[in-house]
């Protein structure tokens, strides 16, 4: 198996790059960004959600975001146009910036299928004269026809609390696009609800512009999106020994009126001036005959076994 690379012009992202590696196919911004627009398989549908940022008055995509310490607001750092740079295995895409600057960005996309279908390094790099004390947030958006989950701490301890859930400011624990289970919490779309018999439904009522964000200390490093028996995985390392912002959680699910996403973040780093940080994502494509419904944690559960 050998990696091809070509630049390619979109009608919704411009100028982009578009990987190949047996049958995988990855496209990644160089307008700006830089942000994995499309991720697929042959024949499989693209789970990404793409559609219009009206934030950023850019596409959405799989971007990344950098936490300041004491800033209760992520830093978009992703505005810039984008260089690439094969590698053996792989690209690494790199803010292109003026002077002067304090951070600049980088995403590599490095294919390993001994680890996982490939990878995507996410690294910062402090080009100012300070220290300086952050945190790498990821965002992958999805299409709303499934389901986001992401497990509980798999840490027991008798005398302290294990398992944290933090819900955001305007959200409630009675929304019916949420279900917590004993093993995972899965969040599915405005559009679906879930009968007695496990089956979706459309449902009425307004939720437009209705959030719904929880986060989760994932100890287990794990989180993805399943449509239809079909599955985008990613696996990383929590460090529960370290000190992660927003109430120690490193894995999020979020969703809108538009799209279903998964944020994680790495624990704060102090780099100093030259120095770099990074954050690691395997991504793992899997497809399971049987249905799994995501109010079923052994439906679930028994997709995840084999991954």
Not at 139 to 156: A, M
Request: negative net charge.
């Amino acid at each position: 198996m050998s990696l091809n690379v070509k630049e390619i012009n979109t009608e919704n992202f411009g100028h982009c790059a578009r990987l190949t590696y047996d049958d995988i196919e990855v496209i990644v911004t160089l307008d700006y960004g830089p942000r994995i627009v499309s991720v697929k398989r042959e024949s499989k549908p693209d789970l990404i959600y793409s559609g219009k940022d009206l934030r950023l008055q850019r596409n959405h995509g799989h971007k990344m975001r950098v936490t300041i310490e004491k800033s209760t607001n992520a830093v978009y750092c992703d505005d810039s146009p984008v260089r690439y740079s094969p590698m053996s295995d792989g690209v690494s895409f790199i803010q292109t910036l003026s002077e002067p600057v304090q951070l600049e960005l980088s995403m590599d996309v490095v294919f390993n299928t001994d680890i996982g279908d490939f990878m995507v390094v996410h690294s910062v790099y402090n080009k100012s004269k300070e220290d300086v004390k952050l945190s790498i947030y990821t965002e992958t958006p999805f299409r709303s026809e499934g389901f986001v989950f992401i497990p509980q701490s798999n840490i027991r301890e008798a005398e302290r609390p294990s398992r944290v859930l933090s819900l955001w400011d305007n959200c409630s624990w009675n929304d019916k696009r949420l279900f917590i289970g004993e093993q995972y919490v899965t969040v599915h779309s405005n559009m679906l609800d879930i009968e007695e018999d496990g089956e979706f439904r459309l449902i009425g009522g307004d939720f437009n512009n209705s959030r719904l964000k929880i986060g989760i200390n994932n100890t287990a490093g794990f989180c993805g999106y399943i449509e239809n028996g079909y599955a985008l995985i990613k696996r990383y390392v929590h460090n529960r020994n370290a000190l992660y912002p927003f109430t120690g959680c490193s894995a999020f699910a979020t969703v809108n009126e538009n799209y279903l996403s998964i944020q994680n973040t790495s624990p704060f780093y102090m780099i100093g001036p030259g120095e770099s940080a990074r954050h690691i994502e395997s991504w793992i494509f899997a497809h399971y005959r049987n249905d799994v419904h995501c109010n079923n944690e052994a439906e679930l559960d028994a997709f995840i076994n084999t991954v």
